[in-house]
């Protein structure tokens, strides 16, 4: 079976900082990968998703992934916060099977400070 | 564009009652997924569906239902309500193989809230 470990809970930056958050999944073969933002009362937004054309993947609001199979990492990163990216932000693998469920990391709350 | 729409927003549950959560989508999507949302659990899937007809259990199923008779629509119920079941519920839907592949997102709706006292 399939898994995604996302490392801290909660991540605090400063607006201007970089944003690394940390995605690392578990398959047995090329997976596909999505990361999702949720903001407060709001249901999930999909942020970006690897495909296998490329393993530097570019998102919405400046973010981007990248995909390195001998980590079997799928950091998102942002060079410079912004207040409204403060969020919780979510890694995801779908399933290997004809289901294309989805396994989701237990998701990182970003906190940026003024 | 209404994508995915889950109603209602909220919903507070005495224990035992019964209660359907609504989903529909307008996107004509053949996949479609029902999860629940506990802090700092990330998402569940309760439920999944491929197709008109056709439903399956995913990992959290115990004390929940579901039917699939059109494309559009996908209904979660819950039988007898227990304060376990209070959480976040999310609707998905996803394209089906053929338009993108596996790696076609899922599309989510806005959530219910569901609290049970």
């Known amino acids: 079976a399939q898994s995604v470990t996302q490392l801290g809970s909660h991540v605090s930056v400063s607006e201007g900082a970089l944003v690394l958050l940390r995605c690392n999944y578990s398959s047995s073969v090329p997976p596909y990968l999505f990361w999702y933002v949720q903001y407060p009362n709001q249901g999930l937004q999909l942020l970006l998703k690897?495909?296998?054309?490329?393993?530097l993947v570019k998102g919405i609001n400046g973010f981007e992934a990248e995909f390195k199979k001998s980590e079997t990492s799928f950091h998102l990163t942002k060079p410079s916060a912004h207040m409204s990216d403060a969020a919780e932000y979510f890694c995801?693998?779908?399933?290997?099977?004809?289901?294309?469920?989805?396994?989701f990391g237990s998701g990182t709350r970003l906190l940026v400070r003024p | 564009n209404a994508g995915v729409t889950q109603t209602p927003k909220f919903r507070i549950l005495k224990i035992g009652q019964s209660m359907t959560l609504q989903c529909t989508q307008d996107m004509n999507h053949n996949y479609m997924y029902w999860y629940r949302q506990d802090p700092g659990m990330g998402l569940k899937l309760i439920y999944y569906?491929?197709?008109?007809?056709?439903?399956d259990k995913g990992e959290v199923p115990n004390g929940y239902n579901v039917s699939r008779s059109t494309t559009e629509d996908f209904p979660l119920r819950l039988e007898l309500a227990a304060p376990s079941q209070t959480s976040v519920y999310f609707c998905a839907s996803k394209a089906q193989p053929g338009t993108g592949s596996g790696n076609q997102p899922q599309h989510f709706g806005d959530g219910t809230r569901l609290s049970i006292l």
């Open positions: 690897y495909t296998s054309a490329a393993t």
């Open positions: 569906s491929v197709g008109a007809g056709i439903t």
């Open positions: 995801a693998v779908s399933e290997e099977d004809s289901s294309y469920k989805l396994i």
